[in-house]
Structures are given as C-alpha cells and as structure tokens.
Nanobody, 127 residues
C-alpha cells in the first residue's frame, strides 16, 4: 500500500504564494498520472493540475499562469521517494479549498494500476 501526505497549506493573503507538497510513502514501479484536486464543501471536486507521464501538463483555466505542478522521484536513504509539488502564486479569493494530490500508477510490476489519495491540506486566502 501507499500513503500520501499533503503539506504546505495555510493562511495567506490575496496575492501571496504557497508551495504544496505531496510525499508518497514508497516509490512506484510506474506512474500514470500525478494530479492536484481541490475541494470546497458543497461544491464538486475540481481538477486543478494534471501531470500525465505520457502527455502534456494541463491546468484548469482559473489557475493557468499562476500554479505550477512538478513531480520528482529520487533515492533517499536507499529508498525511492516520490514527491509532487505545486507552486501557487498570486493566490485569489477563489483558491481556498482542501487540496489533494492523488497519484495513479503501479506499485510493482505485479500489482494492478490504482489511485492513491492523501487526506489533503487546507489553503485559506484572506486579508
């Protein structure tokens, strides 16, 4: 199994910046997509940014030019680590939400493709 932990959320003033980070508890054999969603109570979950390993990076229209998604895999202490970051600039009143970073892929060559979710990190924009 894989545990994902999102971090970096917090309170920021309009126009400010945050860097969200998502760390997986283990490496993946292969990754299909790395995504950031956001969710506001009472509203449908919104896809914010998607990093498809076989395609281009895409953003929802409202964050284009302000948010940047990136993914990185590395070896740390002999163990593979996977992180997915999202740099958020010029934050606006429409950005507050709980942000999630599900990762879809194969843990090993013997397991089926699955999508793993963390518990999210809260972003608040207020003056």
């Amino acid at each position: 199994q894989v545990q994902l932990v999102e971090s970096g959320g917090g309170l920021v003033q309009p126009g400010g910046s945050l860097r969200l980070s998502c760390a997986a508890s283990r490496g993946f054999f292969s990754i299909s997509t790395m995504v950031w969603y956001r969710e506001v109570p009472g509203k449908q979950r919104e896809l914010v940014a998607i990093l498809d390993t076989l395609g281009p990076i895409n953003y929802t229209e409202s964050v284009k030019g302000r948010f940047t998604i990136s993914g990185d895999s590395a070896i740390s202490g002999g163990n593979p680590k996977l992180t997915v970051d999202m740099h958020m600039n010029i934050l606006k009143p429409g950005d507050p939400a709980v942000y999630y970073c599900p990762i879809e892929g194969w843990i090993t060559e013997f397991t089926a493709r699955a999508k793993y979710w963390g518990t999210g990190t809260l972003v608040t924009v207020s003056s």
